[in-house]
């Protein structure tokens, strides 16, 4: 066996994912055999609307023959969906179909040793309905990994979030410097492992301009003593810094990664900077999970507009 597959998971049947596949395969080849678990039906009829064309390769989740895989056809492990018609609204009645992809992907995975997955996205509001906070959390559940950390990555720079689809008004809550600790050790070995270096990396504070006006801000009780500790550690590390600040030019260029203390600190001056061009890795599982950095977008399904960079990207970073 050459290269091992890159197992891919459809996520949400109504979302723009199968588009984006559709046109990642289409401008482009990839070595590691691509493997895509999801509904035949659904994938079939999305085709046909989309006006695309592809065989597939039905190999079942049993599959141990890995010269079957064909990256001229569409390898399918495929997953029974009772649907009505191809372009539905999204609900929670997806969700036994999106769980049970899931559940087989990481079967196979487990069972054949795989380390390449990516899914597309889900609806956090009808999927998770408030049992984890995203699919990073819900993949540390699954596995059995307590220590996860999302990056969004660009070789340009990346971002990582202290916490992820958290509430502003609990943010301050979760912040501790076990957790900075955690994210800083999780995104250098990732470096280390992939690139063999240790990152430059800048932390921000939580309050405007790291300051506050009351005693005990979360900038003296735990960021800046969490950054001193970091730094006896050798650790390339500085900050804290001003969110308002961190991403202009001048200071972009002397890191590799910006951590931030919640979601939407860090992530719309990265979409800002590189559009699609960037990938949702989660680190810390034991395979290397991606995730296209967009979500089930389902007013443009069925449009044929949607852009398949991300995904591309995320294919390109495990087709190595």
Known sequence: ????????????PNSVFLEIFFKSIKVNSYKSPLIIVVSKRLLQKQMIKLGFSYEINDIGEKFKNFSKLDNKKINLI?????????????????NKYINKTFMIALKVMQQNNFSKFINGPISKKHFLKGKTLGITEYLAKKTKINKVAMLIFNKGLSVSPLTTHLALKDVHKTISKNRIYTQVNLINCFYKKEFNKIPRIAITGLNPHCESNFQNSEEDEIIIPAIKRLKLRNTNIN????????FTKSLLKDYDVIIGMYHDQVLPPMKALFNFNAINITLGLPFTRISPDHGPNHSMLGKNL????????????LDK
């Open 239 to 246: 900050g804290p810094f001003p969110a308002d600040t961190i």
């Open 1 to 12: 066996m050459g290269k091992k597959p890159i197992v891919i998971v459809g996520g949400e």
């Open 78 to 94: 495929n997953v029974d969906y009772d649907f009505k018609k191809c372009f539905e609204d999204i609900s929670s009645k997806s």
């Open 306 to 317: 949607s852009d398949p960079k991300s995904l591309i990207q995320a294919l390109k970073f």
